[in-house]
């Protein structure tokens, strides 16, 4: 599976923004589908997945009740929405697909 991440940008504190992950090949609704970030000097960190089943959700505690990750089966896609966010949450986001399968990454800068 070939994975797109796009939706990254600059946004003040307090903001939001929703990241895609698109399948260019190959059909998310049978992976495991979920989101990491790497902020600079950092190692790559979980931020949300799904289940295997798809049917629950789980997220780290530094974003739980401020992210929510969804999907889209129609559109072969997954969603990050970002609200309230926070200067602490700059790193580049990665999407992952069970199997070892990366997107290339987008950046999310908030500023202060």
């Known amino acids: ?7 990254g940008g600059l946004v003040q504190a307090g903001g939001s923004l929703r990241l895609s992950c ?3 090949e ?3 609704s049978r992976y ?3 989101w990491f970030r790497q902020a ?3 190692e790559r ?3 949300a997945a799904f289940s295997k089943s798809g049917g629950t959700t789980y997220y780290a505690d530094s974003v739980k009740g401020r ?3 969804s999907r889209d089966n129609a559109k072969n896609t997954v969603y990050l929405q970002m609200n309230s966010l926070k ?8 999407c992952r697909a069970n199997g070892g399968y990366w997107g290339q990454g987008t950046q999310v800068t908030v500023s202060s």
Do not use: C, H
């Open 1 to 7: 599976v070939q994975l797109q991440a796009s939706g």
């Open 22 to 24: 698109a399948a260019s």
């Open 26 to 28: 190959g059909t998310l």
């Open 32 to 34: 495991r589908m979920g």
């Open 40 to 42: 600079p000097g950092k």
């Open 45 to 47: 960190e979980f931020v």
């Open 67 to 69: 992210f929510t990750i």
């Open 87 to 94: 200067p602490e949450d700059t790193a580049v986001y990665y």
